[in-house]
């Protein structure tokens, strides 16, 4: 069984940073593209970064500049180095990869708040 697990939120002033990570394991063969995505009350969840096996990034144009994704393909690990942080990206951070193990499906982590203090 896969399982995403996330780590890293928190409460921060704004101007501050924080660092998140989502860590896969269970029978995996490979990932593909793995990505962060948040949700604010009362809104719809949007994709933050992704970045695909080879690395490609993508980022939403909120977070261009601030925002930095990475992973680690030996811990099938993916981070998201967040500076500069605004009160506007207070929400609750997903984690998100397209995982093979034996089929390929799209697994979802359970989610960690980050709150951003003016």
């Known amino acids: 069984q896969v399982k995403l697990v996330e780590s890293g939120g928190g409460l921060v002033q704004a101007g501050g940073s924080l660092r998140l990570s989502c860590a896969a394991s269970?029978?995996?063969?490979?990932?593909?593209?793995m990505g962060w995505y948040r949700q604010a009350p009362g809104k719809q969840r949007d994709l933050v970064a992704q970045?695909?096996?080879?690395?490609?990034?993508n980022y939403a144009d909120s977070v261009k500049g601030r925002f930095t994704i990475s992973r680690d393909n030996a811990k099938n690990t993916v981070y998201l180095q967040m500076n500069s942080l605004k009160p506007e990206d207070t929400a609750v951070y997903y984690c998100?990869?397209?995982?093979?193990?034996?089929?390929?499906?799209?697994?979802w982590g359970q989610g960690t708040q980050v709150t951003v203090s003016s």
């Open positions: 998100n990869a397209q995982i093979v193990s034996g089929i390929t499906a799209i697994h």
């Open positions: 970045i695909t096996g080879g690395g490609t990034t």
């Open positions: 269970g029978s995996i063969f490979s990932i593909n593209r």
